[in-house]
């Protein structure tokens, strides 16, 4: 007796043709999947070698939406706005506290040493923005500025009110300082020039 497999042959060749086309097509196809999603990750991934701070600001730009740098923005010229005001006052208040302490000549000295030390303060505080962190070192400037005010509020002599110019000016450079840099972390530069002008605004006002 004779068994004849005619009618399994040909059943058999094309389930070994289409499974030897299935994984060719799936060799060819793998790696560009493969590169697709390297190259995505790639472009999501923060840069570890910046410091701390840094990289928590390039994640911002990858977590705040549209709403919440609306926000911000309005809150930046709000600030900025107090600030301008804050200055005014400091400045237009200045000689009658020193003529109140009979140091009438001493105004323009307090406000270059004041000047000086808030200006050289910017550059050991920039690298403790970055170490630290933008948050905290705000913070820091807010209580600084805060002393300030209130000691000129209650001072009882001109050095009082020298050493109250100096906390004041430091933390008034600090919030424009911090406020910037936030400027800058959060938009691109072709429209960076603008945004910074628009924090600046509350001067023309």
Sequence with gaps: MKFRFNNLTPNEVPVAEDTAH???????????????????????????????????????????????????????????????CASGLAGTLTPYVTSSFQAHSLTATTSIISSLIAGLIKLPYAKLMDI???????????????????????????KTYYAAQVF?????????????????????LKSRA????????PWMV
């Design 132 to 158: 630290w962190g933008r948050p905290q070192a705000f913070c820091v400037m807010v209580a600084s500025f805060t002393l300030g005010m209130v000691m000129m509020a209650g001072c009882n002599d001109v």
């Design 22 to 84: 299935i994984s060719s097509v799936d060799e060819e196809k793998a790696p560009t999947t493969t590169a697709n999603v390297l190259s995505k990750d790639d472009s999501e991934v923060i840069n570890k070698e910046f410091q701390h701070d840094v990289q928590a600001a390039e994640a911002i730009n990858q977590v705040w939406t549209r709403n919440h740098l609306i926000m911000a923005y309005i809150l930046i010229w709000i600030v900025e706005f107090l600030l301008t």
């Design 194 to 201: 603008w945004w910074i002008a628009f924090s600046s605004s």
């Design 168 to 188: 004041y000016y430091v933390g008034y450079n600090g919030i424009s300082f911090t406020l910037t840099i936030f400027i800058a972390d959060t938009t691109q």
